[in-house]
DNA sequence: GGATCCGGTCTCGAATCGGAACCACTTGGT
DNA sequence: ACCAAGTGGTTCCGATTCGAGACCGGATCC
């Protein structure tokens, strides 16, 4: 079986993965997310190769995650963090949480604080019913919607 | 460059990707949250190949994410999540919320809901000094203490 | 015009991937 | 004891992907 194939499967973990999950996907969006939008800025700032940055910038513009367009003071294209784009930010903040946690033996690199204020940025995982803190430990997962019209079919 | 090279990076956010970010390796660890523990679960569960999964299994493995261990009633080893490795639950989640959102076009799939509640777990990027809901336009990057003791060094 | 920057394609050797064959060990049946 | 089946793992091979560099067309600047 194919990673790709994987785009099938009823699920919104493995579904995104399929976009995201694979190398430089996820550090490529890091950088959206601190203003880099041109071609030659992603190969700098990420040290990927052409081809390789190619398909990706590609894949995302396909994807809808990003926007290929011309500024009006420019010669030249950017990519853009689109809406859907945007939302792919509490994924990456959920990372660094980790990378702070488990991957930064002198402390955290970089702050994400948050503007204008002395707090910085957490990622948590919370019910929306009661608000309770939640780790793996507390989920069920349960058949939803997506998936319900599908079992009596076959 | 080379992928891996990426790990050197002072930044939370590589870091973690060079070990979690390519394809198969989060797909792997979904299926660990979901009670998968043998290494013929993993393949049928996954469709992935014996040799890239021996791949991933010892990376996890050597990077303190699974432990591999001898349950007392059997002969064959099992793959647990680390503490570290629960850890990465809130990442998948983050995962989640932006599938269902995006990638879901029947709904979720699946609900991940509160034991004991009639909640659902979604993640939340917050301010943890004022508490607010934040996006990545409220964020501003920041020297951390990770990196200020290496600034004045070379 | 010539030099330079920019984004992009193409090519080629190296690394990775998927699938199958193969192996050692354990279990169950006869 | 024997054979069959299942389990975890390795090794091989052809196909895909990757990284690095060459190349190319267009815009800009001198």
């Not at 994987?6 to 550090?27: F, H, K, M, N, Q």
């Not at 890091?30 to 190619?54: E, Y």
Request: charged letters at 30%.
């Amino acid at each position: 079986m194919r990673y790709e194939d994987l785009a099938d499967e009823p699920c919104s973990i493995t579904r995104p993965l399929v976009v995201l999950g694979d190398r430089w996907t996820l550090v490529l969006l890091k950088h959206c997310f601190s203003g880099v939008r041109r071609f030659n800025a992603f190969r700098t700032a990420m040290g990927i190769s052409r081809s390789r940055l190619q398909d990706r910038l590609d894949r995302l513009v396909e994807h809808g995650i990003l926007v290929r367009q011309r500024p009006e003071d420019s010669t030249y294209d950017e990519y853009r963090l689109t809406d859907k784009g945007l939302a792919v930010y509490p994924i990456l903040m959920a990372i660094r949480d980790w990378g702070d946690a488990y991957m930064a033996p002198d402390g955290p690199p970089v702050r994400y604080r948050h503007r204008d204020c002395t707090g910085e940025a957490h990622v948590t995982l919370a019910c929306d019913a009661c608000g309770d803190t939640m780790t793996a430990r507390d989920v069920t997962p349960e058949l939803g919607p997506g998936l319900e019209g599908k079992l009596g079919q076959d």
